[in-house]
């Protein structure tokens, strides 16, 4: 069972994370579809996901859901670096593989800047998106985010550096304001 609801969108829900979830995080975190984005390469026990959690939900500067659609998790996104004197914030997120293609990346993603510029009211949300992910850049491309530049070699995986793409996108672009 999820925790709190926290914000609600029209495909998906964002949930304060529980520590019921920490099994289905630690799941995900560990599977080779999802483990490249975190940029880590060790194993995460649910113990990992505890700390690991607990320790941003102390911080003023990240803020973490867990993704739901029909009442059950898919996925997580994270708000994290944020700072308020500037003004932004960087946004992530990730959907278990088995939910993948359903749109949820997208009503995540849009259901957080709508957040960061409406309640939170930053001016500037960015993301990184590892250079082949095509899925993640075309979420970012419908909610309204420009590609900034690229970030070389940023990312160590499968025995290798691969690079990232940064995006942002303004208040004042959001929704064609």
């Not at 609600?8 to 490249?36: I, K, S, T």
């Not at 409406?118 to 960015?126: C, G, H, I, T, Y």
């Amino acid at each position: 069972m999820p925790g709190p609801l926290f914000l609600r969108g029209d495909d998906v829900d964002l949930h304060v994370v529980d520590e019921d979830d920490y099994a289905f995080l630690g799941r995900n975190w560990n599977d080779p579809a999802v483990r490249p984005g975190f940029g880590t390469a060790s194993v995460r026990r649910e113990a990992d996901v505890a700390d690991h959690v607990e320790s941003l939900s102390d911080g003023d500067d990240t803020e973490i859901f867990l993704v739901c659609a029909d009442g059950g998790p898919v996925g997580e996104a994270f708000l994290f670096d944020l700072s308020p004197q500037r003004g932004r914030v960087e946004l992530g997120y990730w959907i278990a593989p088995e939910s993948q293609g359903r749109g949820y990346a997208t009503g995540t993603a849009d259901l957080l800047v709508e957040y960061a510029f409406a309640e939170r009211r930053l001016n500037k949300v960015v993301a990184r998106v590892l250079a082949f992910n095509d899925g993640s850049r075309r979420v970012l491309e419908k909610v309204g985010f420009e590609h900034a530049g690229r970030l070389r070699e940023d990312f160590y995986f499968d025995g290798q550096y691969h690079d990232a793409d940064l995006y942002d996108l303004l208040a004042a672009e959001w929704r064609g304001d």
